[in-house]
């Protein structure tokens, strides 16, 4: 069976509750692209933003969800 989705020799992440991307900046300095993350707080997701570019997801759950 082939890989379902490549995204070539480098290493990536998903940085989840990312707040401003303190381990994104440790990922990136140690060769790892992260392609995606998230945060709960909608204002640590607009500081991502300023610092990085890109927009962070903000996830909305109820606790009570989370098993």
């Excluded at 995606?36 to 759950?61: E, H, L």
Aim: with cysteine.
């Amino acid at each position: 069976m082939g890989k379902v989705i490549s995204f070539g020799n480098k290493l990536t992440a998903l940085e989840f509750f990312s707040g401003i991307g303190l381990a994104r900046t440790g990922l990136e300095q140690a060769g790892v692209n992260t392609i995606w993350t998230n945060d709960f707080d909608s204002t640590k997701c607009a500081m991502y933003q300023q610092q990085w570019g890109v927009p962070s997801s903000i996830m909305r759950t109820s606790i009570k969800l989370i098993p």
